[in-house]
C-alpha cells in the first residue's frame, strides 16, 4: 500500500531549514547533506523544528553519524521517547538503508526528500523501507522536494574535490 504525503507549503519552508544544514556540512567538508525533525503533535505548537542536524562522519570520524540518525537522535531526546510517530523528517537527500532503517525504527509519521538518491536511495529509489509491508510500519514519503538545489549542493560538492 502506497502512501504519499500531500504537498503543503511548509514542506519547502522545513526543506530550506534542511538544506542550511547541508551546507554547513559542505562548509567543514563532511557530504553537504542536512536534515530537520518537525514535531507535528500538539504540546508545542504544531510544525515546529526540534532537531536540526548535517552529517558530521569525516568529523566525528563514525560512519553511522549520518544527517538523518543524528537528528532523530535529538528529536527523541527532547520528546523524551523513542517512538516519533507525531514527527515529520525532512531531507535533503533521500534517505540510505541505515537512515531509512532508523526513521522506521523511529516509527517516524512520515518523510520529506530532497534530492533522489541513486547510489543507495532506499525510500524509492533502489528499496522502499517506508513501505515495505513485510516490515512492521510503513510511513507516507514525499519526494522531490527542492531536489535541485539539494542536488546542486552535491553536485558542486564533489566537483570541487574531483
Given at each position: 500500500m502506497a502512501h504519499t504525503l500531500a504537498p503543503e507549503p511548509d514542506h519547502e519552508r522545513w526543506m530550506r531549514a534542511a538544506l542550511a544544514e547541508a551546507t554547513a556540512a559542505g562548509a567543514v567538508g563532511d557530504v553537504p547533506i542536512g536534515a530537520v525533525v518537525v514535531h507535528l503533535g500538539?504540546?508545542?505548537?504544531?510544525?515546529?523544528?526540534?532537531?536540526?542536524?548535517?552529517?558530521?562522519?569525516?568529523?566525528?570520524?563514525?560512519p553511522t553519524a549520518h544527517a538523518e540518525v543524528l537528528a532523530l537522535r535529538d528529536a527523541a531526546a527532547h520528546l523524551?521517547?523513542?517512538?516519533?510517530?507525531?514527527?515529520?523528517?525532512?531531507?535533503?537527500?533521500?534517505?540510505?538503508?541505515?537512515?531509512?532503517?532508523?526513521?522506521?525504527?523511529?516509527?517516524?509519521?512520515?518523510?520529506?526528500?530532497?534530492?533522489?538518491?541513486?547510489?543507495?536511495?532506499a525510500l524509492g529509489s533502489l528499496y522502499h523501507?517506508?513501505?515495505?509491508?513485510?516490515?512492521?510500519?510503513?510511513?507516507p514519503v514525499r519526494?522531490?522536494?527542492?531536489?535541485?538545489?539539494s542536488a546542486e549542493l552535491l553536485r558542486a560538492f564533489f566537483a570541487e574535490r574531483r
Amino acid at each position: 500500500m502506497a502512501h504519499t504525503l500531500a504537498p503543503e507549503p511548509d514542506h519547502e519552508r522545513w526543506m530550506r531549514a534542511a538544506l542550511a544544514e547541508a551546507t554547513a556540512a559542505g562548509a567543514v567538508g563532511d557530504v553537504p547533506i542536512g536534515a530537520v525533525v518537525v514535531h507535528l503533535g500538539a504540546g508545542e505548537g504544531p510544525g515546529r523544528v526540534i532537531a536540526s542536524r548535517h552529517n558530521e562522519r569525516e568529523a566525528a570520524h563514525d560512519p553511522t553519524a549520518h544527517a538523518e540518525v543524528l537528528a532523530l537522535r535529538d528529536a527523541a531526546a527532547h520528546l523524551g521517547r523513542w517512538r516519533l510517530d507525531d514527527c515529520l523528517l525532512v531531507v535533503t537527500l533521500e534517505p540510505c538503508p541505515m537512515c531509512a532503517g532508523a526513521a522506521w525504527a523511529a516509527r517516524i509519521g512520515g518523510v520529506v526528500s530532497g534530492a533522489a538518491n541513486m547510489d543507495a536511495g532506499a525510500l524509492g529509489s533502489l528499496y522502499h523501507l517506508g513501505q515495505d509491508p513485510r516490515l512492521n510500519h510503513e510511513f507516507p514519503v514525499r519526494a522531490g522536494v527542492l531536489a535541485d538545489e539539494s542536488a546542486e549542493l552535491l553536485r558542486a560538492f564533489f566537483a570541487e574535490r574531483r
